[in-house]
Every structure is written in C-alpha cells, then in structure tokens.
C-alpha cells in the first residue's frame, strides 16, 4: 500500500472493519465531528480504527480525515494547562484498547514507543 492510499479517506465497511481513513501502524493527525452534538476538534493522538471520546456527549467518535504528524499543526487545546492535564488517557482510544497509557510523552511520561 502506498504512503498517500494510507491517508486517503475510505469508506467504512462492516466487512473490512476499517473505522478510520489511515489504516497504518503510527500515531497520525484526525479531524473529528461528533454526530451528536455536532463538536469539532482535532488530535495529533489519531491511530488507525480508534476513537476519541466527545467531551461533552462521551460519545466514541471516529477520525473523518487523518494524515501524516506535521509541526505545523496549531494547538486547539488552552495553553495555560500543562501538557499532563491537556492529554486525557482516559479518552485516548489507545490508552482504553491497552488499559494502561499509551506510552504517549503526555501518558504518565512513559515513552514505549
């Protein structure tokens, strides 16, 4: 598969099991919408079929575009909070899947990647 098909947005298909547009093996930027209450961010923590959850509804919302980590992506969170209380594990569709942190520098500093 080619670096620019892994981005590519896909159709989401109950007999793939594909949830998100990246299917690869590396942490990646997403866009996300819930389609509850309608709240939009983005994450520089999006990994192929995992979700976020919204923080007003707690609803799982999947990623509607994801792509490559760049540096010039703007922060969407407050910049007064510290990088620990910016990053909750307890969103974090990785952190959930493993049941401890991800190994993410803002996941009680541990670095597993």
């Not at 509804?57 to 007064?80: F, H, M, W």
């Amino acid at each position: 598969m080619s670096a620019s098909s892994k981005y590519r947005p896909q159709q989401t298909t109950s007999t793939t099991g594909q949830k998100t547009p990246y299917q690869g093996p590396n942490r990646v930027f997403g866009l996300f919408k819930c389609s509850k209450c309608k709240l939009q961010w983005k994450s520089g923590h999006s990994y192929a079929n995992q979700g976020l959850k919204c923080k007003r509804c707690k609803i799982l919302v999947y990623p509607y575009e994801q792509r490559p980590l760049g540096k010039s992506e703007p922060a969407s969170n407050d910049s007064t909070q510290t990088p620990e209380e910016k990053w909750d594990k307890r969103k974090c569709g990785k952190c959930r899947r493993l049941g401890y942190p991800c190994g993410q520098f803002q996941c009680g500093r541990r670095n597993l990647t």
